[in-house]
């Protein structure tokens, strides 16, 4: 088994319960962890053998884009397409940091953690 990580990706949009989110926007942190077998990329060398890191981040950005209320729904969305789209990954992490949140106080972030086997 192998891990696979694409982190600190970084985007704008506009999650949250608040209106003022909802117009506003905030910056956001997308950090993926992925465990696949690895073994046979190690020895072909090919793309097709491995998780392309670039599909992963597309997956993030993407689904990033969807405004959602809460942000486990969109970790959720992450996961459930990762194991839709990229069939030998066995397990996802994926956290969301809302960078500079409007609660009151000087916080640098809040982040949510979810996590998923695959199910076979």
């Known amino acids: 088994m192998g891990i696979i990580k694409v982190t600190d990706i970084r985007l704008f949009t506009n999650h949250g319960c608040l209106d003022e989110e909802a117009r506003i926007g905030s910056e956001y942190r997308?950090?993926?962890e992925v465990?696949?077998?690895l073994m046979k990329s190690a020895?072909?060398?090919?793309?097709e053998d491995t998780v392309d890191?670039?599909?992963?981040?597309?997956?993030?950005?993407?689904?990033?884009?969807?405004?959602?209320?809460?942000?486990e729904?969109?970790?959720k969305r992450?996961?459930?397409?990762?194991?839709?789209e990229i069939k030998m990954v066995?397990?996802?992490i994926v956290s969301i940091s809302k960078l500079n949140p409007p609660i009151g106080g000087n916080v640098g972030e809040v982040t949510i953690v979810l996590?998923?086997?695959?199910?076979n």
Do not use: C, G
Request: aromatic share 4%; proline share 0%; hydrophobic share 40%.
């Open 35 to 37: 465990k696949a077998d």
């Open 53 to 71: 890191y670039v599909h992963l981040n597309k997956i993030a950005k993407e689904e990033m884009a969807i405004r959602s209320k809460l942000l």
């Open 90 to 92: 066995e397990e996802a």
């Open 73 to 75: 729904k969109v970790a």
């Open 43 to 47: 020895e072909t060398d090919d793309l």
């Open 30 to 32: 997308v950090d993926i």
């Open 115 to 119: 996590s998923n086997t695959r199910k």
């Open 78 to 84: 992450i996961i459930d397409r990762i194991f839709n």
